[in-house]
């Protein structure tokens, strides 16, 4: 069901700052800047080989990213694997012995459905599901 590591997300103050480093330190390109309001978040996406970094600003105080931020500082904020079928992938996890966030898909950047697995499931890896909107 898992199909490929689809996006690494960054949490990050400010993408007008976050941004240009990427880009400058890196010479990666921003292919897009995209607000989801459903996550309370901005997002700026980079292409590295098939697999995204997805650059995540809060957009209000009580979003996850503000908290994540308030608590552990920028960084590594999640792992996204791609997946067929977003409910199924959670039904498994779920009959598995996962913790979930989300008991059903969201809507997510990119026109994807999202849904998150609790980091206590994975040994503090929080995990998001995601696949096109138009397969799940």
């Keep these: 069901m898992i199909t490929k590591i689809d996006h690494l997300g ?27 309001p459903s996550q309370k978040v ?11 970094i997805e650059l995540l600003e809060p957009t209000s105080e009580d979003s996850p990213i503000a908290k994540s931020i308030a608590a552990r500082g920028e960084g590594v904020h999640h792992l996204a694997f791609a997946t067929d079928d977003v409910a199924e992938q959670l039904n498994q996890a779920k009959s598995a012995g996962a913790r979930l966030i989300n008991e ?32 799940s």
């Design 10 to 36: 960054i949490a990050v103050a400010s993408l007008d700052e976050a941004v240009p480093v990427w880009e400058n330190l890196l010479g990666l390109k921003c292919e897009r800047i995209e607000e989801v």
């Design 42 to 52: 901005r997002t700026a996406f980079f292409d590295v080989g098939g697999v995204h």
């Design 104 to 135: 059903t898909p969201v809507a997510g950047a990119g026109g994807k459905l999202v849904a998150f697995m609790h980091p206590k499931s994975l040994r503090g890896v929080l995990t998001e599901f995601c696949s096109d909107s138009k397969h």
